[in-house]
Structure formats: structure tokens, C-alpha cells
């Protein structure tokens, strides 16, 4: 049943892209279409990444194994918002204008951090087949697939020094990562902290009191 449950998935993570080209399509984009599609391209990118950094979590728990089927999908969504939020930028706002874009980069901080997000995904990408797993090896795969860190951080900062008002949403973006990256750590410290403790009582036990 899971596994016929995954096209549905996959055509919902499209809806987000089906519904702006509905909206482009009948003209009811407002009065700057690029801002729109630039916007909500970048909206979508953060969702799945903050969806991607949620499976693990909620997979463990609440039991749910069978999560960690679509958490691929969910990383290669984020990546393909990522593009398009990416192509939008240097080709509807930018017209492939290569000096204006390093201009961009070099004196606007948001698109600066926010193009360092975009290449810490690339590799993730690249590397997300099985076939990469077994060439890298699991921890090696792995380490390198924590970029995803830094690349939802980068995300998020991007946003927050993008908006110049109203920085309501890339707070409530911003709190949701805290919370995942804040699980992650609780979830490395705790048998660290625990063999601390265990190391620290034998020691007490062996000390012989002194007389």
C-alpha cells in the first residue's frame, strides 16, 4: 500500500509548481510576476528542506519506518525548487547578465549566502542514488549529506536578510530548523553524556578512600 502511496506524494510535491503555472498561465500573478514566482519558489525550497530534515525525527518517534521511503524525494524536491528559484533569478531578473549576477554576489549579503545554500545542495544531488551510497560508503555518504545543515541555515538567512519588513516568515522557518537541529544534538550528546556519567561513577568506585 505504501509503495502505491508514492506517486500520490510525488504529484502533490509538483502541486506547488502546477498551481504558479496555473497562475501564469491565467495572468493572476500581480503586478511583478518575477517577485511572485521568485518568492514562492524559494518558499517551496525551505518547506522541503525543513521536510527533508523532518523525516528522520518523526520516523523515529513515532515508529513510522516506512517515512524514510520519501525522504529522498523530498531532498530532490527542495533541489528542484531550489533550480528554479535559481533559473528565475539569472534568467527572468537577471537575463543571464554574468557581470550583474557577480556584482549580486560580491555586494548583496542575502543573494551572497543564498547562492552558498544552492551549492551545498548540488553534491547532495549528485550523490543521492544508491549507487553513491555503496562508491562513498554509508558514513562517509552520510557526513557528506549533512551539508543539508548548513544549506537550510544558508536558506533561511537568506530569507531573513532578504525581507525588509515583515520578517514573520523567515522566523517561523527559522524556529522549525532550530527544533530539528536541536533534536539532532539532543539525539548526538545524550550517549556521550551517558558514558561521561558511567566513566565517572567507576571511577568513584575504584578510588580507594583513604585511611
Known sequence: MIRYFKPVVFLACLGPLGHLAWRAYSGNLGANPIER???STG???LIFLLITLAVTPVRKLT???WLIRYRRMFGLFAFFYVVLHFLTYIWLDKFFDLHAMLGDVAKRRFITVGFTGFLLLIPLAAT???GWIRRLGGKRWQALHRLI???AIAGVIHYYWLVKADKHKPLEYGAVLAIL???RVIVWARPKLAASKTKSLRARRVQVPEG
Do not use: E, V
Open 37 to 39: 514566482i521568485t518568492h
Open 43 to 45: 518558499d517551496w525550497t
Open 63 to 65: 515508529g513510522q519506518l
Open 128 to 130: 543521492s542514488t544508491t
Open 149 to 151: 545543515y548548513f544549506s
Open 181 to 183: 537541529l536541536g533534536y
